[in-house]
């Protein structure tokens, strides 16, 4: 049954936290549904890691929205904005990465997005910014340049806070919001999603459009999903991120371990429930939280794998953590049978990413071995056959001696 205009503009208001503006939004949804053609709908991923978690995935289900409704995804891999580096949210300016780790890292991007995207032609395009930014003069780059003032490149938040501390601004920082613009130029852009840290970003966009005598493209800002910790955006760099190709016992784990607090959040930009169902899960009195809880970590796998995959995940952590039990698959660590200090242990079992992490775990009585705490990172092990080490939950090695 085809949806009204104002029944797709609910749909696509879910979740999001300003729309430039939804009266614009309509307009264009009209607009496309009299001539009876796709609205084109930019995002825009700079390949500066080779993952994507469920942050990134936040704006992608937005994308899949408009998909779902009759609309084209134009994703622009930002191979050549990513040789300059975003600005935003950076108290400092970013290293520029070299092409080949561009490439290296936008290999999985189209493999990754596609666990949430519809990938057929008709519904999906597939561009590399380079194809227009590589081959800009100097005079068109000028011109391009020539489009917005340094007051008003100035507005940006990121840059007035890193003055006001005296730190430097580089020239070549102003050139991103442009280019990015410039791309919604080139791709005729109808639509551009970002998190709400690309706002200043996406309206530059606006703004070069009409200097280049399109129509403005509208800009729809989605929430930061808040990482694992609580308290900072989700982030590989900061280690409190889920990501979309972990294996379904470990992204079932760390669903899990999401404060009660955080549910709404998640079931809002994580998943299809509606507003009436969410305040329903989240509401102690209507639904116990660990019931609440254990269906977004199932939904949230069953998205990314299958059904059945979710339920063997709710079962091997109820198994683990509920009934105390190990998990079933343990790997196994080959090690000599030689003393070890405790901390360099589970550094070798690859449980920690530093001698620190392993220290602060022991410390914290977050690892164990053989189902007994560690509370002495200097404590020295003799490993033998069969002996479990524990990191925190979710985290276990069997250690198996050399001969």
């Not at 208001?13 to 084109?40: H, M, N, P, W, Y």
């Not at 613009?181 to 998190?195: A, C, H, I, Q």
């Not at 706002?199 to 606006?206: D, K, P, Q, S, Y």
Request: hydrophobic share 35%.
């Amino acid at each position: 049954m085809t949806k009204t205009i104002a029944e797709q503009v609910d749909i696509l208001k879910r979740g999001t936290v300003e729309i430039f503006t939804e009266a614009e939004l309509a307009q264009k949804i009209t607009g496309a549904s009299k001539d009876s053609r796709q609205l084109r709908i930019k995002l825009g991923l700079d390949p500066t890691s080779p993952d994507i978690h469920l942050g990134h995935t936040v704006v992608l289900r937005k994308m899949r929205q408009f998909q779902d409704l009759g609309h084209k995804a134009v994703l622009i891999i930002g191979d050549y904005t990513a040789l300059i580096g975003d600005p935003t949210g950076q108290n400092s300016t970013r290293p520029i990465l070299s092409p080949g780790q561009i490439q290296e890292n936008a290999k999985t991007y189209f493999e990754q997005a596609g666990k949430i995207l519809d990938t057929s032609e008709e519904k999906l395009e597939i561009r590399y910014n380079s194809e227009w930014l590589a081959k800009l003069t100097l005079i068109e780059l000028i011109q391009i340049a020539a489009k917005k003032t340094v007051a008003q490149m100035l507005q940006r938040d990121t840059f007035k806070k890193r003055l006001q501390a005296d730190v430097d601004v580089y020239t070549h920082e102003f050139l991103y919001p442009l280019m990015q613009g410039y791309d919604s130029v080139m791709v005729k852009s109808d639509v551009e999603l970002g998190g709400t840290d690309q706002t200043f970003n996406n309206l530059v966009g606006r703004d070069i459009q009409k200097a280049y005598g399109q129509k403005s493209q509208i800009v729809i800002t989605m929430p930061i999903l808040v990482g694992l910790d609580g308290k900072e955006k989700m982030s590989k760099s900061k280690d409190n991120y889920i990501g979309v190709t972990d294996e379904p016992n470990d992204m079932f784990g760390k669903v899990m371990s999401i404060s009660d607090d955080m549910m709404e959040n998640y079931f809002t930009l994580l998943t299809s429930q509606t507003i009436e169902q969410i305040a329903e899960l989240v509401n102690p009195d209507k639904t116990h939280p660990k019931k609440a809880k254990v269906l977004l970590g199932k939904t949230i796998v069953s998205h990314f794998y299958d059904e059945p995959a979710a339920q063997a995940a709710a079962a091997e952590f109820d198994k683990v953590f509920a009934q105390g039990q190990l998990p079933d698959e343990i790997p196994d660590v080959d090690i000599p049978a030689e003393p070890i200090t405790a901390s360099k242990l589970l550094l070798h079992c690859q449980l920690v990413s530093s001698g620190g992490e392993a220290k602060r775990m022991i410390k914290q009585s977050a690892a164990g071995i053989d189902g007994e705490k560690l509370d002495d990172p200097n404590t020295e092990i003799t490993p033998k056959n069969g002996m479990i080490i524990r990191v925190g939950k979710r985290k276990f090695a069997r250690l198996k001696i050399k001969n």
